[in-house]
């Protein structure tokens, strides 16, 4: 609505953003039909024409600067409108009835929605949006890959890692936002809407998270599924029969795993953890690729556990599996993917995640070979406790980055840090984060909660890191 009355009073611009835009746009072409019949229609029936002369005839609907015009409450229409308005004997200030009495207000479109009551306006909603549309940069399909600066200082030991993890009281309060307000089904259709990729959907892949996965393969490089050393040669022989080793957790159904089966055909073996359950790994619907080289593990049990990441008996019994069919050397890399249900909760998608994605970092550092890369879904990344997070990667890998890929719904806080090449020397973070994760299930049934891992003095001494996060925070 809003574009169209600027349409209006500013007619030049609505002009040459026609010329400019070479592709058909729907809404102009039936405009420019319209007007053309409307102009034909108006040589044969010569009927009383509307009550405002500014509007009287097509050429004098261009020229809308005109103050009767701008000052008419009808100028939000444009001149065909008019024109049929008057043409069924609309006069402006009379109503509709044959002596002019009826409603003289124009009917308003119906603003309700879904199961809301009538006239309900929601806070934050109502009104007219006030968004210049002009103003919006281009869509592009271009994927950017911002690394954060290289970190020069040293990996910390056991010492000075001491004294970082920091306890607090619990905090859960909830942030609203004016979407809360929206119901289920309005805001799952604003996302699909809001996002020009949703439909390639799965793709050849069983689900939309192999094509994100393969989304973010592609645009770096396939570091993941074609690894190279220094010298920028490939990590695995595939002629010699080596395979690439990789792993996969909170995982369930399997999308990543298959699409790198797929792109490895059957020059990589996996190794998976998730939670049993409804999200288990549904390796009999892997379309694209066998699954027979994925071998799913659920932690203490095998294959009786639970695949809960966050059990530090499930993490060390998936470490020594892994150890243990890689000749001791450990993956080439690993993807965690881990989420679960937060419906109503979203603005605390962040508090509610925290030991998860402590866990599938932990799960890093205690699985991947020197050199080894590390991709990890995150949302916001605002609190204390998840920026030390990222920190400590970014203290343990040659390079980290976060990064949304495309075939990520715009409307989410998902992101992905995707870390380059494990550092040697890195047992003491890992021996860091079990402890943390120790304290976090000690502290589960009570009103306390790790609230940071790495002092902020330390975080923001390091201003390279910090500027770079604060940036990618406001991006
Ligand atoms: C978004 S899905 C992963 C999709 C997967 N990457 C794929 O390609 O199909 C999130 C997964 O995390 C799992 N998950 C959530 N909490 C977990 C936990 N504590 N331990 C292990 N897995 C967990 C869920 O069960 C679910 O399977």
């Known amino acids: 609505m809003k574009r169209r009355a600027e349409a209006t009073s500013a ?21 420019r039909k319209g007007i053309q019949n409307d102009s034909l229609s108006d040589q ?56 002019g009495q009826g409603r003289k207000e124009i009917v308003e479109a ?21 968004v210049d549309w002009r103003d919006e940069p281009e869509p592009s399909a271009m994927e950017k890959v911002d690394w954060f600066p290289e970190c020069t200082t040293e990996t910390p030991d056991a010492d000075e890692l001491r004294d970082w993890m920091t306890l607090g009281i619990l905090c859960l309060s909830d942030v609203q936002s004016v979407f809360d307000d929206l119901e289920g089904e309005e805001m799952r259709r604003a996302r699909t ?26 645009c770096f490089d396939h570091m993941f599924t074609n690894p190279k050393d220094s010298q920028g040669k490939p990590l695995t022989k595939d002629r010699e029969g080596e395979l690439l080793y990789f792993g996969d957790v909170c995982a369930g159904p399997g999308g990543f795993s298959e699409y790198v089966l797929w792109k ?14 409804p999200c288990d790994f549904k390796l009999e619907d892997f379309f694209a690729a066998p699954s027979e080289l994925f071998e799913p593990y659920y932690g203490e ?3 009786d556990g639970d695949g809960d990441i966050t059990r530090p008996e499930n993490m060390t019994a998936f ?45 890093a550092v205690s699985t991947l070979r020197t050199g080894g890369h590390f991709v990890c879904k995150t949302f916001d990344l605002f609190t204390p406790f998840s920026v030390g997070l990222v920190y400590l990667l970014y203290l ?14 715009p409307a989410n806080s998902e992101r992905y840090i995707v870390c380059r090449g494990l550092k040697p020397g890195s047992d003491a973070v890992r021996e860091y984060m079990f402890k943390v994760n120790l304290k976090l299930n000690q502290l589960k049934s009570t009103d306390r909660d790790v609230t940071e891992v790495v002092p902020l003095n330390i975080i923001k001494d390091d201003t390279d890191f910090y500027h770079f996060m604060v940036n990618s925070n406001e991006r």
């Open 193 to 218: 809407r809001s996002n020009p990729y949703e439909t390639i959907r799965g793709g050849i892949f069983l689900n939309r998270a192999a094509m994100k996965m393969a989304n973010i393969d592609h």
């Open 110 to 130: 119906s603003t309700q929605r879904g199961r809301r009551g009538l006239g309900l306006m929601l806070q934050g909603f109502q009104g007219e949006l006030n």
């Open 44 to 99: 044969e029936d010569h009927r009383p024409g509307f009550s405002m002369p500014s509007i009287s005839s097509f050429d004098d609907a261009q020229d809308t600067d005109s103050p009767t015009q701008t000052s008419s409450k009808f100028s939000m229409y444009n001149s065909v409108s008019q024109k049929l308005m008057a043409k069924m004997g609309f006069r402006e200030g009379e109503g509709l009835g044959k002596f």
């Open 301 to 303: 049990g095998g294959v």
């Open 319 to 363: 470490r020594n599996f892994v150890l243990e069919n890689t000749e001791r050397r450990g993956l080439h890399f690993l993807m965690a993917d881990g989420g679960f249900s937060v419906e109503g909760q979203e603005n605390i998608q962040e508090i509610l995640s925290k030991q998860l994605l402590l866990c599938q970092f932990l799960t």
């Open 396 to 409: 343990c890998f040659d390079r980290i980055s976060l990064f949304k890929p495309l075939t990520s719904r």
């Open 264 to 277: 490895r055909r059957w020059h990589a073996k996996g190794f998976g953890m998730t939670l049993k359950g």
């Open 11 to 31: 007619p030049l611009q609505g002009v040459k953003r026609r010329c400019d835009d070479s592709s058909s746009d729907d809404e102009s072409e039936i405009s």
